[in-house]
């Protein structure tokens, strides 16, 4: 991958792999060690890619984008808040392509119903303090990053089935990292919520969300909490928050 267009960014330090197991674990154990703040870790390939619970995430060869940036957290950045920066800079690069991107809460990008990208947030700790924590995005681009059916818990699209012809990866790289470092200085603010908000799938709708116990909480889908957390309606007209946990989303049947 040409890495030039990156060069007017103000990024930390870039690593840049053909091959890789995760990216995520190189950037933790990079950010372990001495990572300058927006570094970024990208891949052509992940061979042991990883979304929550340890699901795989693939990244086969050449047909996605695999990135990891490193932030060094100020003490009151809300770090509840970072997936959020994740999903507002890839929908950001989908909006610049004409596309017309949704989040569904937390951490997956929609194209037509469909996921095209997954973001994977983990954080550095050192005590109570956080060291670093490091947004994993992984983008599909063309039809052979999908994994297939049967191994799909939700369906799943490219950028280039949607946009019907093929996307570069280093324009669209380039998208995300630059509105990654526009919007880290508000991630605290009230406008960084609303544009997170805006953006999230099934407003207003019914849906369902699973716990890893498989306990299933309905609801109609209001919007954000302050630290990102989901907020939902019940059928007797009670607001619950979702935390940002290990829960998955659905649509109501
Ligand atoms: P969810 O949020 O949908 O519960 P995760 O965020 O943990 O799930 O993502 C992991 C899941 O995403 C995998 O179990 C698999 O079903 C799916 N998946 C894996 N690779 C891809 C990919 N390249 N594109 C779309 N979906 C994928």
């Known amino acids: 991958m040409n890495l030039k267009l990156l060069e007017s960014l103000a990024l930390g330090e870039v690593r840049y792999f053909d091959s890789v197991g995760s990216t995520n674990d190189l950037a933790i154990e990079w950010a ?14 992940q061979t042991a890619g990883r979304g929550r619970l340890n699901r795989k995430w693939l990244t086969p060869k050449g047909t996605a984008l695999a990135l990891s940036v490193i932030l060094r957290p100020e003490e009151n950045t809300p770090l509840s808040r970072t997936v959020g920066l994740g999903a507002l ?13 949704q989040i569904k809460w937390p951490n997956d990008i929609l194209l037509n119903n ?4 997954g973001i994977l947030v983990e954080t550095l700790w050192d005590g109570a303090t956080a060291r670093a924590v490091v947004v994993g995005m992984g983008v599909n681009f063309t039809k052979e990053a999908l994994p297939p059916a049967e191994a799909l818990n939700f369906p799943a699209t490219s950028l280039e089935s949607a946009l019907g012809k093929a996307a570069s990866r280093e324009e669209f790289l380039r998208e995300v990292l630059a509105s990654f470092i526009a ?10 919520l609303n544009a997170w908000a805006e953006r999230l799938a099934y407003q207003n709708e019914e849906v369902q969300i699973i716990a890893q116990s498989d306990e299933i909480t309905h609801g109609k889908l209001l919007g954000l909490e302050n630290d990102g957390s989901l907020s ?22």
């Not at 372990?32 to 390939?45: C, G, M």
């Not at 800079?89 to 991107?101: F, R, V």
């Open 89 to 101: 800079a890839i929908t950001d690069a989908c909006l610049k392509l004409g596309l017309a991107p």
């Open 32 to 45: 372990n060690q001495n990572a300058p703040h927006l570094s970024i870790v990208i891949a052509d390939e």
């Open 232 to 253: 939902l309606q019940n059928a007797n007209g009670n607001r619950l928050t979702i935390r940002y946990g290990d829960v998955s989303l659905r649509p109501s049947a």
């Open 183 to 192: 919007r880290l200085p508000q991630i605290a603010s009230a406008q960084f």
């Open 114 to 117: 469909k996921k095209v990208a």
